[in-house]
């Protein structure tokens, strides 16, 4: 009987381990915990081959509707992740930051006992416009508070549009700022060791980064540009490269034929004087 299961199995799903690991990280577990001893319950229910072809045709069955129906399953949960994750606002637009944003979230809330809200009138119109999220770190004589959380409203419409966040001893984690007031994030900046590590832009609106700066000590380092628009939130496709040094953008690389390679070099030959870049080959860095 294991043969013909197995030789019907294959006849329908040629490649039905590989298939079932996408699904089933652990397929062959929860398969053997199920029928601890399939050949052998199968002989004492059916002792003839007509039976045991019948149950093994009829298993195959089962198990393709429920591939079939898992597939659906699937497809329908990615279609509503899609549809939630362009419904999301502000914060929720810039997901290819890489962090998720539930830990940050939690820092701004008022719900850990060891919490303290302040909130402040920078603008004298009466309406609270900063609001700091520290936490009680220590006990007793050694008590102190520590800022966590701060969300401004830089232009008085109720709206939050700078928020950033620290870490429990107080350095910057990641600030996000809406630079255009438009009620969306389109500005993430990530600190390291307190110092900024990378920014990222959405520059025309779409809820999708378009701009990654990263920086070296604190100053720009590399800038990569989806010119474009190829970029999805698990793929980032740049198609230009901007070089710095000493805060001032050298190079430049272009792709100008969508396959992710540099076909042309400009650069700032006013400060850096080298060879002709028309003579260049494409696809080559002239520094």
Not at 4 to 9: I, P, T, Y
Not at 201 to 228: H, M, Q, W, Y
Request: aromatic share 6%.
């Amino acid at each position: 009987m294991k043969n013909l299961v197995e030789a019907r199995g294959s006849a329908r799903e040629p490649n039905w381990e590989a298939r079932g690991s996408a699904r089933e990280p652990n397929w062959e577990a929860r398969g053997s915990a199920r029928e601890p001893n399939w050949e052998a319950r199968g002989s004492a229910r059916a002792p003839n081959s007509e039976a045991r072809a019948a149950k093994a045709l009829f298993v195959c069955a089962l198990v393709s509707l429920a591939a079939v129906a898992c597939s659906k399953q699937t497809t329908a949960v990615r279609a509503n992740s899609a549809v939630d994750a362009q419904g999301h606002s502000r914060s929720k637009s810039l997901a290819s930051a890489g962090i998720e944003q539930n830990t940050y979230d939690a820092k701004c809330q008022n719900t850990n006992p060891k919490y303290e809200v302040s909130e402040y009138d920078t603008s004298g119109d009466g309406k609270p416009d900063v609001r700091k999220v520290f936490l009680r770190v220590g006990e007793g004589s050694l008590a102190r508070l520590v800022l966590i959380c701060r969300e401004s409203d830089l232009n008085a419409d109720g709206n939050k549009d700078v928020i950033r966040y620290y870490s429990d001893e107080g350095r910057p984690l990641r600030e996000e700022a809406d630079r255009n007031f438009d009620g969306r994030m389109d500005e993430i900046t990530v600190f390291q060791e307190g110092q900024i590590l990378r920014q990222e832009f959405d520059n025309n609106s779409d809820a999708k980064v378009d701009t990654k700066i990263f920086f070296d000590a604190g100053k720009p380092l590399r800038a990569e540009r989806d010119l474009n628009g190829r970029s999805t939130a698990d793929r980032w496709q740049p198609d230009r490269w901007e070089y710095f040094e000493e805060g001032r953008m050298m190079r430049m690389g272009t792709d100008l034929d969508g396959d992710g390679k540099v076909d042309r070099w400009d650069r700032d030959v006013n400060l850096r004087r080298g060879p002709d870049l028309s003579k260049a080959p494409a696809g080559t860095d002239p520094a």
